[in-house]
């Protein structure tokens, strides 16, 4: 066993799914390719369905020519494919996990099962391996969101894994941690004195997060309206990156001390509850619309559409976060389908200077502002203000971009995909990009008081064309605290 490779059956319980087609797949593939995975590591596929070896080998084949995006290297598509074994098991019945343990070799490799099925499920697995009697302390299990619909089902959810493992044997995955703009957000907050020194209320203004979709729900209307946006984007993705915005410097980038800081973020968040919902937070559904002059169909006539549906597919707060470092500093989060375009990215926002005396070019000067952007285009940029070059017309001031787009200053070189990084840490039993239980935990809470809040109110959500950025209303949210949406 290599000891910066470490040797692993990397099991996948639900490989003939989306999610192993579309980012497990060429997150290994790239992994593979970059000699990442140790020689005799494998890849162990696990379905229900009756199918041979080498059928198995052509659909990878296949989901890899499909999905990975960039010509395939044959030679290292040929080791990948030699690593893969495929193995029968219905999941709900614990005897047919005696198949698993007779091709696992755990005095050999690490073994790694990766749950890419429906978190009911979990249950089965996990019992199912504990049957077969090959949990080790080495074991490790990875949990794809989501995870659970509120704080009692994410209980039980882990609840059912921790009879069987350790809290150090379970990675909860929230891919949007694995992102090379997310990690970067860490390198400039506490490696450039410029930004540690002034991340606080002294300096900053207001912090906006948008995670905003084009698409619609493209099939998954059953799913989708049984959580909404709050459930399926804010419980996870935002709050993980407002927690990487708002936390404290952590002592060292080792698992428990990265996770405890996020941890005090979630703790000192104010409650938002049927007395203030009101002025917190806006909910919208998306009517009828153009997106890039294509017509939409509206939510509620999309197949399998319920006409009585009052699930959201857009979502915005305001976030106040009660310690010393956020004093009045509210964090704006905002996430939708059917929106103007695709976008994720972060805006700090700092405070206006207290006197302007350029007031030829503004009455007022503009705040400088640096934005991280998660997608589609990864980089950072910071918004200033410089001299239009000239003599004639006196000094006349105008915003400027300082962009930092990672192909660009990094030699095009390229930018690795979440789940490779995660995949990577996962391999090497490192989990401080993964969710700590308590995390989930604390998070559902608060995500909790606003559905309830939701419940009690009994005020459908508010239309918005697709195509547009939201309802009227989130324009207000803002605009009542003399703020408004960057765009």
Not at 313 to 323: E, K, L, Y
Not at 326 to 347: H, I, N, Q
Request: negative net charge; contains cysteine.
């Amino acid at each position: 066993m290599g000891i910066d490779k470490p040797a692993c059956d990397f099991t996948i319980y639900g490989v003939l799914g989306d999610l192993t087609r579309r980012k497990l797949l060429p997150a290994l593939y790239q992994l593979d390719k970059a000699d990442l995975l140790h020689d005799d590591t494998r890849i162990i596929g696990i379905a229900r369905h009756k199918i041979t070896r080498q059928e198995f080998i052509e659909k990878m084949r296949h989901n890899l020519q499909t999905f990975v995006k960039e010509t395939l290297d044959e030679d290292v598509l040929s080791r990948m494919l030699a690593r893969m074994h495929y193995v029968l098991v219905n999941l709900d019945i614990p005897d047919e996990y005696q198949r698993i343990k007779e091709i696992v070799d755990q005095e050999q490799r690490i073994l790694i099962n990766y749950f890419s099925v429906a978190p009911f499920l979990f249950g089965d697995i996990c019992t199912g391996l504990h049957h077969a009697d090959i949990i080790t302390p080495e074991t490790r299990v990875v949990l794809e969101k989501p995870i659970g619909r509120d704080l009692e089902s994410s209980r039980v959810i882990n609840d059912t894994v921790a009879r069987f493992f350790n809290e150090d044997q379970v990675y909860r995955i929230d891919h949007y941690l694995g992102k090379e703009t997310v990690m970067n957000l860490m390198a400039l907050r506490f490696a450039n004195s410029i930004f540690t020194t002034n991340w606080d209320h002294n300096t900053i203004d207001h912090v906006q997060i948008t995670v905003a979709e084009e698409v619609g729900i493209e099939g998954r209307w059953g799913y989708f309206d049984k959580s909404g946006q709050l459930r399926d984007m804010v419980q996870n993705h935002l709050m993980q990156i407002l927690t990487l915005v708002a936390m404290e410097p952590p002592v060292n980038l080792n698992d428990d001390s990265l996770r405890n800081e996020k941890l005090k973020v979630l703790k000192a968040l104010r409650p938002i509850t049927e007395d203030n919902i009101d002025r917190k937070v806006v909910r919208g559904q998306y009517g009828d619309g153009f997106i890039r002059g294509k017509e939409v169909t509206g939510y509620l006539e999309e197949k399998d559409g319920d006409p009585s549906s009052t699930t959201e597919t857009f979502v915005a707060i305001r976030v106040d976060i009660d310690n010393w470092r956020w004093a009045d500093v509210p964090f704006y989060l905002r996430t939708g389908k059917g929106m103007a375009a695709k976008r994720s990215e972060v805006v700090i926002i700092f405070k206006r200077l207290p006197h302007n005396i350029f007031p030829d070019s503004y009455n007022n000067l503009p705040p400088n502002k640096l934005i991280i952007r998660l997608q589609p285009d990864e980089g950072v940029e910071i918004e200033m203000l410089n001299k239009v070059p000239g003599i004639g017309d006196g000094l006349q001031l105008q915003r400027t971009m300082l962009d930092l787009s990672f192909c660009e200053a990094f030699n095009n070189s390229r930018i690795a995909d979440a789940y490779e990084r995660l995949i990577l840490e996962i391999i090497h039993g490192h989990q401080a990009l993964f969710i700590h239980r308590e995390e989930v935990e604390r998070s559902w809470t608060w995500i909790d008081s606003i559905h309830a809040a939701w419940q009690k109110s009994h005020e459908p959500p508010k239309q918005y064309p697709a195509g547009s950025w939201g309802p009227v209303a989130s324009v207000a949210l803002l605009a009542r605290d003399d703020r408004e949406w960057e765009e």
